[in-house]
């Protein structure tokens, strides 16, 4: 990769251009800011009106991060509905104009070209599948679906009936899917005979009728005939979803909802035990997802709009799905990978679609410049205007070649930093107003308060690196975990009384700049995808010949972090490479690909204190071969445990 690293750029002025005819200039950007943090009730209440709602709202914030007492309701004697607001309201001046494109997994396959009048037709006709198959307000709905159209329509008709959907990353493995659909006990499901990515194919269906022996409330599940693929069938509960569809009214009335009611549940990963099931709602998610896409791409009418993440992702919800569709934009879905026929797939698809507006993750680009500049030269890339970037720090390298080998120093780059939790996004450069610097989120969005606090809460000011917390809310913010309001208050709200609490380390420069330094908690970020260390752990120890394992993060050079495992076995056990390939499997079967783990040491004992707590810190050094600099290991139970760690450790090489 060494012929990248000769380009500096130090700070990126804002382009003439991008001054001139961006939504948001320098001057307005510090304007509304400040209006946006003193006065938040007539910001938002302003920023309320870019939707359509049923009921005007009269009140605009009501929210307290008070612990233990953190209760948070935006617009809350407002009503609406998200579908009518993402395609009923288009229908009059954009019927006929393209909503969804989709390019499939094979590039000889054709593309679809979906009107926002088809997307109504399909989200109506879909709605009513779901009502006869008895679907109610307030009922779950999980979808398992490949990145096809669908899922949009799937996400959009749960919406039109006030039904909540949760959605399941399609390369979640089947208990994964079912520890999901138990937690919030829904009892309808959408999948698809089978997925295609990179001309492989994955067993949706199978994976879903596994997932269901363990859950047996389940009462219908809808089908999309994709691949065409051979499945299993069970008669009563099984239903091709295009034959009902067909036979549905292409009328359905959208329901008033009200703006706190649920929207969807995403599971995400936390420090400590199962996934959290986030809860959004209804009018302060969709009022924010769609401002922030408008102000950060600065999407105007007419442009061609391309998030690269999967809707299974919050990703693909705010920005693939709700937020462009609320704004009537041209949103671009993607089935397949980045190097699949080869590594210049992305850029032909730019070329195919004219492209203006790419959304992707750092381990792609990093993936991508690996494969080489060849890759890129190949393709023109004209059309784009606007570069962006998500999911995990930037490393100014890759930022580097993003900008000047795929934009070609003519595109801004947005790096943009959110969370499931926040719904969208919370720190970023807004493309006509803020000077760029490589590996930087830079400077807060409209309404947020970020901060950097010390381990003990006092916020420091000026130049300072410690843990980032927001000090007030924002209209999309999560506004529980499912079924469990204690968890929520407990994991945001109890380690900082009174800010929310991200998770992430952070610094900020002279220039008031924000830079993510990465989770200070268990969490770890394995190719753009958040996973908790402990979910690796207890999968580990489901196997029989496991008696204990910790799992801690490593800097990957494609994947932004690896995973890596000590493993302590039942005695008797060996440790073999043939064993390191079956705990693996099992990792993959367990949870998914994604959590395959990347290095897997045999650890005859775990360093542990005296009470018992397993001191990752010193795990984390030894993971990253860092063997001089282990810290304080006095207060081990046995720090001869250590010794043996690092020997085996450097013995591997
Ligand atoms: C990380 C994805 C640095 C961060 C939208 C956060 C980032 C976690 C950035 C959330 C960025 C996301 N720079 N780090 N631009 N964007 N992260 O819930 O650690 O899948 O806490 O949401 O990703 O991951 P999640």
Redesign the pocket.
Known sequence: MSEHKTYKVETLKVPKAWKENAFIDKDKYEKLYEKSVEKPDKFWGKEGERLDWIKPYTRVKNTTFEFPNVSIKWFEDGTLNVAANCVDRHLKKRGKQTAIIWEPDDPKTPAKHITYRELYDNVCRLANVLKAQGVKKGDRVTIYLPMIPEPAYAMLACARIGAVHSIVFGGFSPDALAGRIEDCKSEFVITADEGLRGGRKIPLKANTDTALQKNGHVKTVLVVRHTGGTVPWTDGRDVWLDEAMAGAEAECPPEEMNAEDPLFILY?SGSTGKPKGVLHTTGGYLVYAAMTHQYVFDYHDGDVYWCTADVG???GHSYIVYGPLANGAITLMFEGVPNYPDASRFWQVVDKHKVNIFYTAPTAIRALMGAGNEHVKNTSRKSLRLLG??????NPEAWEWYYHVIGEKRCPIV????????GGIL??PLPGATKLKPGS?TLPFFGVQPAIVDADGNILEGEAAGNLVILDAWPGMMRTVYGDHQRFVETYFSAYKGKYF???GCRRDADGYYW?T??VDD?I?VS???MGTAEVESALVAHPKVSEAAVVGYPHDIKGQGIYCYVTLMSGEEGSDALKKELRDWVRNEIGPIASPDQIQFAPGLPKTRSGKIMRRILRKIAEDEFGNLGDTSTLADPGVVTDLVENRQNRR
Do not use: K, Y
Not at 389 to 394: D, F, H, T
Not at 415 to 422: N, Y
């Open positions: 995400t992702w919050v990703t970037s998500v999911g995990e720090p930037i790096d943009t930093w959110w969370q499931t939790e926040t720190i970023t989120a991200t998770g992430d993510i990465g989770r969490v970020n753009g995808h958040r």
